[in-house]
């Protein structure tokens, strides 16, 4: 069974930084992405990475784009989001999401493409 864990989230000053993690389980196709999304109070869920985890490519919006980094390590059981010069409309529910896609058409890291969701974890940046 799939199962996605966020954690790493917490309380933090703008321009600081935070790493949040999502330890995954179950997984056993090789054609999935991990994406990381959020979601402020009052607002839709926004996608703000995508890691295609068969080959590795990442997307990111202009929103985040040079301050947000997603990784992942060897065995591929955890990904990463590195969270530089945070700003206080950085701060929401974040979501770690898993998104599984035929090769032959590839991934659309959209909130519509998710076929899991970890339950989430809290960044709070203050000004």
């Known amino acids: 069974q799939v199962q996605l864990v966020e954690s790493g989230g917490g309380l933090v000053q703008a321009g600081g930084s935070l790493r949040l993690s999502c330890a995954l389980s179950?997984?056993?196709?090789?054609?999935?992405?991990i994406g990381w999304f959020r979601q402020a109070p009052e607002k839709g869920r926004e996608g703000v990475s995508c890691l295609n985890m068969n080959d590795f490519t990442t997307y990111y919006p202009d929103s985040v784009k040079d301050r947000f980094i997603v990784s992942t390590e060897g065995a591929k059981r955890t990904v990463y989001l590195q969270m530089n010069n945070l700003k206080p409309e950085d701060t929401g529910l974040y979501y770690c999401?898993?998104?599984?896609?035929?090769?032959?058409?590839?991934?659309?890291?959209?909130?519509?493409?998710?076929?899991?969701w970890g339950r989430g974890t809290l960044v709070n940046v203050s000004t």
């Open positions: 179950g997984f056993t196709s090789d054609y999935y992405a």
């Open positions: 999401a898993a998104e599984f896609f035929n090769p032959d058409f590839g991934t659309t890291c959209q909130v519509d493409g998710v076929d899991f």
